[in-house]
């Protein structure tokens, strides 16, 4: 039996990939499995458009399941594998560290391992054909001072985070999976994304909503970390372009051009939301309700994106700009106050009570 024109997402119901497999659509492009265990970040909300498309299919599982995971791959047969399967936030990982560990190292394992199988019982012209991209994120490199240069797909790894670890032993298996068996993977290290369908735990979201409702905006040490913010779409074209167009074995970094110290970002997000929800004309401005908090452990002071290679050799390059792209994020947020209400569930609310709650105030 012949490879299919499918596609296997992993993850495909979280922040990046619910953008991806809409934006995949959106383009016009052949069927999708999305394999997503719906952890508290995973939301089949985000497709909800794609009820009763025939080109999408919807499983609901472990990527550390390797014999779903095999079966998976026999039975669609895809050409190939787009990973987004990850434990992905930071403050999470300092609080329990072993959920990381397990998605992100051996699920990641699991998935090459059964990749490799699959890939091997292919026809020669179909194996030339597949490909496996592996997302992942800045953090594995470390941290930067003020002056030095941005990170490279050459720069050494320096995790600082368990999240950073966790996301440096994937990348490192999927390097090995190439030069050890020949699996064509290719890999992606983004910068900061932002946009719609991002679980509100996150920075943008959680001042957006946090500004709406008047509540304290809660920002770490002196608010002067710099991350470099790439749009979510534009991060997925950006995939896409890499699927299509990338050599096997290499590493794209992807970024959106756009350093942003977090003080900032928030104070912008207050301003645009003074903007589109105004107060009464005698309320303070959002910017008031900004809370210096003592900052987590291991906070890395700077992150910023060296996005050359990608625009040389494959001509991608970010079409929106950080103050268009946040304007977008924000109206989104206003605007689908159903979606945000439903995934503000119980389990949210416990992270924020105990993330935020018991840090003294600055």
Not at 148 to 176: V, W
Not at 328 to 337: A, C, I
Request: aromatic share 10%; charged share 25%; hydrophobic share 40%.
């Amino acid at each position: 039996m012949s490879q299919s024109d499918s596609i296997l997402v992993t993850g495909g119901a979280g922040f990046i990939g619910s953008n991806y497999v809409l934006s995949w659509f959106a383009a016009d492009r052949g069927p999708v499995v999305n394999l997503d265990l719906l952890t508290y970040a995973g939301n089949p909300a985000n497709l909800a458009s794609l009820e009763g498309d025939p080109r999408y299919t919807f499983v609901r599982g472990d990527i550390c399941d390797a014999e779903l995971v095999g079966s998976l791959l026999r039975r669609h047969r895809p050409r190939a594998i787009v990973h987004f399967a990850a434990e992905s936030h930071v403050d999470r990982s300092i609080a329990s560290p072993e959920a990381f560990i397990r998605t992100n190292v051996q699920g990641t394992f699991a998935l090459l391992e059964q990749a490799r199988a699959y890939w091997t019982s292919l026809s020669q012209a179909d194996r030339a054909a597949f490909r496996f991209v592996h997302v992942s994120t800045d953090e594995v490199y470390g941290s930067l001072a003020p002056g030095d240069p941005a990170f490279s797909e050459t720069t050494p790894y320096a995790p600082n985070s368990p999240y950073a670890a966790s996301k440096a032993g994937s990348d490192h298996l999927a390097r090995a999976y190439f030069h050890t068996f020949g699996l064509p993977v290719l890999t992606t290290n983004c910068s900061n994304n932002y946009g719609p369908f991002q679980f509100p735990e996150k920075l943008i979201p959680l001042m957006i909503l946090n500004a709406l409702e008047g509540k304290p905006l809660p920002v770490y040490g002196d608010g002067m970390n710099v991350r470099d913010w790439l749009y979510v779409k534009d991060h997925c074209a950006a995939i896409r372009t890499v699927l299509a167009e990338g050599r096997p074995g290499e590493t794209y970094n992807v970024g959106g051009m756009s350093e942003r110290a977090n003080i900032d970002v928030v104070r912008t997000i207050c301003d645009l939301v003074d903007e589109m929800r105004p107060t009464e004309v005698d309320a303070a401005p959002r910017r008031m309700l900004i809370t210096y908090v003592e900052d987590r452990p291991g906070h890395d002071r700077r992150y910023a994106i060296d996005a050359r290679k990608i625009k040389r050799e494959l001509g991608w390059q970010p079409a929106e700009v950080f103050e268009s792209g946040l304007r977008k994020t924000v109206r989104w947020y206003l605007e689908n106050g159903d979606w945000v209400a439903r995934v503000r569930t119980g389990a949210y609310r416990e992270w924020i009570e105990k993330n935020y709650a018991a840090r003294a105030v600055l």
